[in-house]
């Protein structure tokens, strides 16, 4: 694949979910910058803001499985990974895979399920497989988890985890619509849902073939010492207790390299760690004075990091790479 290819593939998905979420060009963005930079991403924001749906617009877009789960209490670890059950027809014990066995998997609401079910999906998220019974079940490529959550809402729910945490490259937010956008909602809305009728407009090859350029993508070593002062200077801040983890420096590094493809580059520049800088670690920190910080406190203090870290020029190779729009 080369840099034009994947950025065709790009174009068309973000038009494609374009035609039903309004406006959010940033959020689109990051949520694709997650998707090729072979992360998962975590939609978090108060209810009716559109991530559902944003995840589904995104679902359909590509020609490939997908499942969704309605997170409840009562949601068992082996509702999600799948069961061995006896077939008495047979004589024998059969696997009946559950709904992680897609490719583009919809958590909605995870929050409302147990510790139990929610550490379900860290193997599959981090490994890309699920081990039952002794026996590890492979996923196809590419997985894609989207999990939704309202972080308002604490009756029925619980909280999630570090470790949980952890395995989402990316954290977003949707965000309330400007007046316009508003009015455009109501506009596109008022005689059919839009994404009743959106068709997919890509394939999940040409979505493992764009991820596996996006980790070709360049980035060079001043960048890489950027993205390391980052999150150093995230475990010395005095307001945290616990700072960004090695995964969180590869999480920013792969985030970095999607982001740049999504804006038409091949290789990494200043702006894109920036950028991703919030989303990416924001929700990795675990501060002193709270169990669970603030989100506007996390993001804070990545906001104070970046901004005491001198930011280095862009080298000669970057200045000279060719943007495809």
């Known amino acids: 694949m080369e840099l034009r290819e994947a950025a065709d593939v790009i174009g068309r998905i973000r038009e494609n979910i374009g035609k039903v979420i309004v406006g959010k060009r940033d959020v689109i963005d990051l949520l694709l910058a997650a998707l090729f930079g072979n992360g998962h991403v975590l939609l978090e924001d108060v209810p009716g803001t559109g991530k559902t749906l944003l995840a589904k617009s995104l679902a359909r877009s590509i020609d490939g499985e997908f499942k969704r789960i309605q997170f409840t209490p009562d949601l068992l670890p082996s509702d999600l990974s799948g069961i061995h059950y006896f077939n008495q027809k047979t004589g024998e014990f059969q696997f009946r895979p559950g709904p992680v066995f897609t490719q583009v998997l919809l958590a909605d609401e995870i929050n409302r399920a147990t510790p139990r079910t929610q550490s379900s999906l860290l193997e599959c998220m981090e490994e890309r497989q699920v081990t039952i019974d002794g026996v590890t079940h492979m996923l196809e490529s590419p997985f894609f988890v989207m999990a939704t959550q309202n972080p308002i809402d604490s009756q029925g729910t619980f909280p999630l985890p570090e470790a949980q945490l952890d395995r989402f490259l990316i954290r977003i937010s949707m965000g309330y619509p400007t007046a316009e956008e508003g009015m455009n909602i109501l506009l596109r809305f008022r005689e059919n849902n839009p994404l009743t009728s959106l ?53 920013l590094l792969c985030a970095s390299q999607g982001y740049a493809l999504v804006q038409g580059r091949d290789y990494v520049i200043p702006d894109d760690i920036k950028t991703l800088a919030e989303p990416v670690l924001a929700h990795r920190l675990l501060l002193r004075h709270s169990l669970r910080t603030e989100d506007k406190q996390g993001k804070d203090i990545i906001r104070q990091v970046l901004s005491e870290i001198e930011v280095p020029a862009e080298p000669l190779s970057m200045i000279k790479g060719k943007q495809v729009n």
């Open 199 to 251: 068709s997919s407009v890509t394939t999940g090859e040409e979505i493992a073939a764009t991820q596996r350029f996006t980790a070709g993508i360049k980035i060079e070593e001043e960048l890489l010492a950027y993205i390391i002062q980052i999150v150093e200077a995230t475990r010395k801040h005095p307001e945290v207790r616990l700072g960004a983890s090695p995964r969180a420096t590869v999480a």
